[in-house]
């Protein structure tokens, strides 16, 4: 079963930043497409982000041009660089394969307030 580790969430003003990061158990190199998704009480878990082996990504609507997904092949590691945070970022984030998820980790709480 791969095992997958988020970090880097914490509390954060309005208009601040944060880095996420993730790892897996398995190298992130072979695989097509890696996703940062986020999840809320109120909303389902959504996909926000999301970067193809080719290094092409794609984003949310709500979170283009404020957020940028990166990943570091020789460290087997996902990023999601989230700026001009608002109060409605407040989730839980999670990194995962797109295509045939494996089992979902713990998240990494974001919490944007004043």
């Known amino acids: 079963q791969v095992h997958v580790v988020e970090s880097g969430g914490g509390l954060v003003q309005p208009g601040g930043s944060l880095r996420l990061s993730c790892t897996a158990s398995?190298?992130?190199?072979?695989?097509?497409?890696m996703g940062w998704y986020r999840q809320t009480p109120e909303k389902a878990r959504e996909l926000i982000a999301s970067?193809?082996?080719?290094?092409?990504?794609n984003y949310e609507d709500s979170v283009k041009g404020r957020f940028t997904i990166s990943r570091d092949v020789s460290k087997d590691t996902v990023y999601l660089q989230m700026k001009n945070l608002k109060p409605e970022d407040t989730a839980v984030y999670y990194c995962?394969?797109?295509?045939?998820?494996?089992?979902w980790g713990q998240g990494t709480q974001v919490t944007v307030s004043s």
């Open positions: 995962n394969r797109v295509i045939a998820s494996w089992a």
């Open positions: 398995v190298g992130f190199f072979h695989i097509q497409m």
């Open positions: 970067i193809k082996y080719d290094g092409s990504t």
